[in-house]
């Protein structure tokens, strides 16, 4: 059983930054893989960035060279940093663990055991 909470959303300008945490419980965070994914209403949940147990990350094309994704395992959270902010970001960001090993696509919503309620995210324009 893991529990993820977000917090960092809120109202930004475009062209500002957000920092988001998730905080994760569980005695073994840094062997999870963590996601962060974003939806719209009336749009698919969508991967925004993954964080390997290894250090390794990968990013979707909309958010590459904007957003950051970080790990602090002794903390037990995973972060995203989001700059040059712009209307089109704006949607609930969900933070995701998979405590399992490989998965053959681990941008998709299944690939993950437990999910966080989400904060939301709104840019103005």
């Known amino acids: 059983q893991v529990q993820l909470v977000e917090s960092g959303g809120g109202l930004v300008q475009a062209g500002g930054s957000l920092r988001l945490s998730c905080a994760a419980s569980g005695r073994t965070f840094s062997t999870y893989t963590m996601g962060w994914f974003r939806q719209a209403p009336g749009k698919e949940r969508d991967y925004v960035a993954i964080s390997w147990s290894g250090g390794n990350t990968v990013y979707a094309d909309s958010v590459k060279g904007r957003f950051t994704i970080s790990r602090d395992n002794a903390k037990n959270t995973v972060y995203l940093e989001m700059n040059s902010l712009k209307p089109e970001d704006t949607a609930v960001y969900l933070c995701?663990?998979?405590?399992?090993?490989?998965?053959?696509?681990?941008?998709?919503?299944?690939?993950?055991?437990?999910w966080g309620q989400g904060t939301q995210v709104t840019v103005s324009s």
């Open positions: 995701a663990a998979r405590q399992g090993g490989s998965y053959y696509n681990i941008r998709t919503e299944s690939a993950y055991d437990y």
